[in-house]
């Protein structure tokens, strides 16, 4: 008898219960969707995050004592250590080299112009660099061997790779090319613009050169002027050296065993976990291949990277969780405007029952027994409207593939998609069906309640 | 013979100001059928509703089947209503969108179990064993009414209360309709009715009249019955 009355009471008010499904079937799409986007992405967009800049920085073991004045880092010369222009391409023969995206090397000094300190730094701009040839051997300590073999090829390493979203006003500097860029804040306080030249000096050294751009970074590079790495070399009296060098690696977010290699360095874990963590790429094993492949070189990864990745990722679910509970909040809103429609035209069918013998408990169970089973329903259809939405977005955003993407965990947010439907469905209905249980029968058959 | 329904002194006031029963004191025997009478607004219905449980006085004893009504809670006065009354309703309050049949089994369903064969035998004893799979809206007001006699006996009630149940019916139906009464009488069933039709009122075992909430001690009653006794008038 409850089945027929629910399905008929249901049919009966077709359009409030096409109300009630459109109002959580909107809400559980948009709940679905975003589960399943913010399952979907966070890989994806740590990667797209890594194609936004560095996340490894290589200095010199030793590193050399800095004083800061003004806002300036400075280093005696006899303190300064550097790492080898030539040993650059190593980078791309380590066990993740193809997951190195790009790198660039820094050398950078305090110049003055016009009797002011500002800071030049020399990079790779665009170069073309030869990947040395041939194979490499991984041995592990639990005795596997991994060999890989390194073809002959070309990598295009430097800035314009590295921070893809420099503007430059004027044009890019060539490879070798003497001339600067400078920094937007350095060129509006010095009141410089593309075209002119001027002139720098460094421990007696006076160069003039000319202006061929203008970057804006968003960054600290705005204060800064850019140089080619061969023309500082050259002006530092420093020939194939470089302070610093700036690397951009696709890595996975760590888990428990990167965690712990961190914690106790890698040489200390076993050597079954030492495989796994070596041949998984984590930032921290990432890091290690590079120390080993640059001797000289410490690797840190670059906080501010992690930091803006983890900082934008959280604040993207937060967003995500405030439109699905918006959206569930309007959805019980619908819920209850239309339970209260519904209960008001159905109040002398309450009062029958009532007058019949029903007890409260039970008009409220057929009422709440409605509203979960449209809340089940609207479930439904909006986890499969949700997957298609999620699927189209994945692929208009993310460029992923379209349709045919497969979405992790679908078998999660399908139940929790349901059992938030349920809930907007069951809260929405709650008010209006506590007053249904309190109306008086007398009255209610009188049509005067 | 022990009364099945004691009112003793019942009281029945609406916020204080509007009295629709004034110290009411009547006794009904099983197997009884009385009609209430009296003017609109006179208290008939309220004393009805008192009696199905529906509505408590506010003061006075209230006694069917040996319950006090007073005293119980709604829950309590829900079961009583399920458990111990029949009611028919002037407007049928019929479910719309439930069959004839389907409308019996509510009444079942909100007793205990639902059970299809019992209620079509319902629907056959009020002769509408045709007219099962029929919607309300299908029906004429007399089979409306004759299924809302099925829904009032389907669960065996003790007694069958009645609101003007021939009230929007005509003649014709009208005639039909007391006839089931009639028969529910003759097989033993406790009746009380609610109407303004002395004709309907005439065919009850005794009339009490009702006016501005009190019980008028002129009453009458149907041939070869005893007369109604008022416990005020006994007292």
Same mark, same amino acid.
């Given at each position: 008898?409850?089945?027929? $009355?629910?399905?008929?009471?249901?049919?009966?008010?077709?359009?409030?219960?096409?109300?009630?499904?459109?109002?959580?079937?909107?809400?559980?799409?948009?709940?679905?969707?975003?589960?399943?986007?913010?399952?979907?992405?966070?890989?994806?967009?740590?990667?797209?995050?890594?194609?936004?800049?560095?996340?490894?920085?290589?200095?010199?073991?030793? !590193?050399?004592?800095?004083?800061?004045?003004?806002?300036?880092?400075?280093?005696?010369?006899?303190?300064?250590?550097?790492?080898?222009?030539?040993?650059?391409?190593?980078?791309?023969?380590?066990?993740?080299?193809?997951?190195? #995206?790009?790198?660039?090397?820094?050398?950078?000094?305090?110049?003055?112009?016009?009797?002011?300190?500002?800071? &030049?730094?020399?990079?790779?701009? !665009?170069?073309?660099?030869?990947?040395?040839?041939?194979?490499?051997?991984?041995?592990?300590?639990? /005795?596997?061997?991994?060999?890989?073999?390194?073809?002959?090829?070309?990598?295009?390493? /430097?800035?314009?790779?590295?921070?893809?979203?420099?503007?430059?006003?004027?044009?890019?500097?060539?490879?070798?090319?003497?001339?600067? %860029?400078?920094?937007?804040?350095?060129?509006?306080?010095?009141?410089?613009? #593309?075209?002119?030249?001027?002139?720098?000096?460094?421990?007696?050294?006076?160069?003039?050169?000319?202006?061929?751009?203008?970057?804006?970074?968003?960054?600290?590079?705005?204060?800064?002027?850019?140089?080619?790495?061969?023309?500082?070399?050259? $002006?530092?009296?420093?020939?194939?050296?470089?302070?610093?060098?700036?690397?951009?690696? %696709?890595?996975?977010?760590?888990?428990? &065993?990167?965690?712990?290699?961190?914690?106790?360095?890698?040489?200390?874990?076993?050597?079954?976990?030492?495989?796994?963590?070596?041949?998984?790429?984590?930032?921290?094993?990432?890091?290690?291949?590079?120390?080993?492949?640059?001797?000289?070189?410490?690797?840190?990864?670059?906080?501010?990277?992690?930091?803006?990745?983890?900082?934008?990722?959280?604040?993207?679910?937060?967003?995500? #969780?405030?439109?699905?509970?918006?959206?569930?909040?309007?959805?019980?809103?619908?819920?209850?405007?239309?339970?209260?429609?519904?209960?008001?035209?159905?109040?002398?069918?309450? /009062?029958?029952?009532?007058?019949?013998?029903?007890?409260?408990?039970?008009?409220?169970? %057929?009422?709440?027994?409605? /509203?979960?089973?449209?809340? %089940?329903?609207?479930?439904?259809?909006?986890?499969?409207?949700?997957?298609?939405?999620?699927?189209?977005?994945?692929?208009?955003?993310?460029?992923?593939?379209?349709?045919?993407?497969?979405?992790?965990?679908?078998?999660?947010?399908?139940?929790?998609?349901?059992?938030?439907?349920?809930?907007?469905?069951? =809260?929405?209905?709650?008010?209006?069906?506590?007053?249904?249980?309190? =109306?008086?029968?007398?009255?209610?058959?009188?049509?005067?309640? | 013979?022990?009364?099945?329904?004691?009112?003793?002194?019942?009281?029945?006031?609406?916020?204080?100001?509007?009295?629709?029963?004034?110290?009411?004191?009547?006794?009904?025997?099983?197997?009884?059928?009385?009609?209430?009478?009296?003017?609109?607004?006179?208290?008939?219905?309220?004393?009805?509703?008192?009696?199905?449980?529906?509505?408590?006085?506010?003061?006075? @004893?209230?006694?069917?089947?040996?319950?006090?009504?007073?005293?119980?809670?709604?829950?309590?006065?829900?079961?009583?209503?399920?458990?111990?009354?029949?009611?028919?309703?002037?407007?049928?309050?019929?479910?719309?969108?439930?069959?004839?049949?389907?409308?019996?089994? @509510?009444?079942?369903?909100?007793?205990?179990?639902?059970?299809?064969?019992?209620?079509?035998?319902? @629907?056959?004893?009020?002769?509408?064993?045709?007219?099962?799979?029929?919607?309300?809206?299908?029906?004429?007001?007399?089979?409306?009414?004759?299924?809302?006699?099925?829904?009032?006996?389907?669960?065996?009630?003790?007694?069958?209360?009645?609101?003007?149940?021939?009230?929007?019916?005509?003649?014709?139906?009208?005639?039909?309709?007391?006839?089931?009464?009639?028969?529910?009488?003759?097989?033993?069933?406790?009746?009380?009715?609610?109407?303004?039709?002395?004709?309907?009122?005439?065919?009850?075992?005794?009339?009490?009249?009702?006016?501005?909430?009190?019980? @008028?001690?002129?009453?009458?009653?149907?041939?070869?019955?005893?007369?109604?006794?008022?416990?005020?008038?006994?007292?």
């Amino acid at each position: 008898m409850l089945g027929r $009355l629910l399905l008929k009471s249901l049919w009966r008010q077709k359009s409030r219960t096409l109300l009630v499904l459109l109002s959580v079937g909107t809400a559980a799409t948009l709940i679905s969707a975003f589960l399943s986007i913010a399952f979907t992405i966070t890989e994806r967009m740590a990667q797209e995050m890594r194609s936004f800049g560095a996340n490894i920085i290589l200095v010199p073991k030793a !590193e050399p004592l800095e004083v800061e004045i003004a806002g300036l880092k400075y280093v005696a010369p006899e303190e300064a250590a550097y790492l080898d222009e030539p040993d650059l391409a190593k980078i791309k023969t380590i066990f993740w080299r193809h997951n190195i #995206v790009s790198f660039a090397p820094f050398l950078s000094r305090v110049v003055q112009f016009q009797g002011r300190p500002v800071l &030049l730094v020399g990079t790779w701009f !665009e170069r073309e660099i030869s990947i040395p040839e041939g194979k490499r051997l991984f041995s592990f300590a639990g /005795g596997s061997k991994r060999e890989v073999a390194t073809a002959k090829g070309t990598f295009r390493a /430097g800035v314009r790779s590295l921070a893809p979203w420099w503007q430059v006003e004027g044009r890019w500097l060539r490879e070798g090319e003497e001339g600067i %860029l400078l920094g937007s804040a350095v060129a509006r306080a010095l009141k410089v613009g #593309v075209g002119s030249s001027i002139p720098l000096s460094y421990e007696g050294k006076l160069a003039l050169v000319p202006v061929k751009g203008i970057v804006r970074t968003g960054g600290s590079e705005e204060d800064q002027i850019l140089a080619d790495l061969e023309f500082t070399q050259k $002006l530092f009296s420093l020939p194939g050296k470089v302070d610093k060098i700036q690397v951009s690696a %696709l890595a996975t977010p760590d888990n428990a &065993l990167a965690i712990r290699a961190n914690r106790i360095k890698p040489a200390k874990l076993s050597p079954q976990d030492y495989e796994t963590w070596y041949c998984t790429p984590y930032l921290g094993s990432i890091i290690y291949q590079l120390e080993e492949a640059l001797p000289n070189a410490k690797g840190k990864a670059i906080r501010q990277v992690s930091e803006a990745e983890g900082a934008f990722l959280a604040k993207m679910r937060l967003t995500l #969780v405030l439109i699905a509970a918006v959206a569930l909040f309007v959805a019980s809103l619908a819920v209850m405007a239309t339970m209260v429609a519904a209960i008001f035209e159905r109040r002398q069918e309450i /009062g029958l029952m009532k007058a019949l013998g029903a007890e409260r408990s039970q008009v409220g169970f %057929l009422f709440l027994l409605e /509203g979960s089973v449209s809340g %089940l329903l609207g479930g439904l259809l909006g986890y499969g409207a949700g997957m298609a939405l999620a699927r189209f977005l994945l692929a208009r955003t993310f460029s992923m593939a379209g349709a045919g993407v497969a979405l992790p965990l679908e078998w999660v947010i399908l139940p929790c998609t349901l059992l938030l439907a349920v809930s907007v469905a069951l =809260l929405g209905a709650f008010f209006p069906v506590r007053e249904a249980m309190r =109306l008086d029968p007398v009255r209610t058959l009188r049509g005067i309640g | 013979m022990v009364p099945l329904i004691v009112l003793k002194d019942v009281i029945r006031d609406y916020n204080g100001k509007v009295r629709a029963l004034d110290r009411v004191s009547l006794e009904i025997c099983p197997g009884e059928w009385v009609a209430v009478m009296g003017a609109s607004g006179s208290g008939k219905t309220t004393l009805l509703n008192m009696i199905a449980a529906l509505d408590q006085p506010s003061s006075g @004893l209230l006694l069917v089947d040996g319950i006090d009504l007073v005293s119980l809670t709604e829950e309590d006065r829900a079961r009583f209503r399920r458990e111990k009354v029949g009611l028919i309703f002037q407007q049928f309050h019929l479910v719309p969108y439930l069959t004839a049949l389907e409308n019996v089994m @509510l009444a079942q369903y909100f007793h205990s179990m639902a059970d299809s064969d019992e209620a079509a035998q319902a @629907l056959g004893l009020v002769g509408l064993e045709d007219r099962a799979a029929h919607l309300p809206s299908e029906l004429s007001g007399g089979e409306q009414q004759r299924v809302c006699i099925a829904r009032a006996l389907i669960n065996e009630p003790k007694i069958i209360l009645a609101d003007e149940p021939t009230g929007n019916l005509d003649a014709k139906n009208e005639d039909v309709v007391m006839g089931i009464f009639q028969d529910l009488h003759r097989a033993g069933h406790t009746l009380l009715f609610v109407t303004h039709d002395p004709h309907i009122g005439g065919q009850a075992d005794r009339i009490i009249e009702l006016n501005h909430g009190r019980l @008028l001690p002129a009453t009458s009653h149907a041939e070869g019955e005893p007369p109604v006794r008022a416990l005020r008038d006994i007292a």
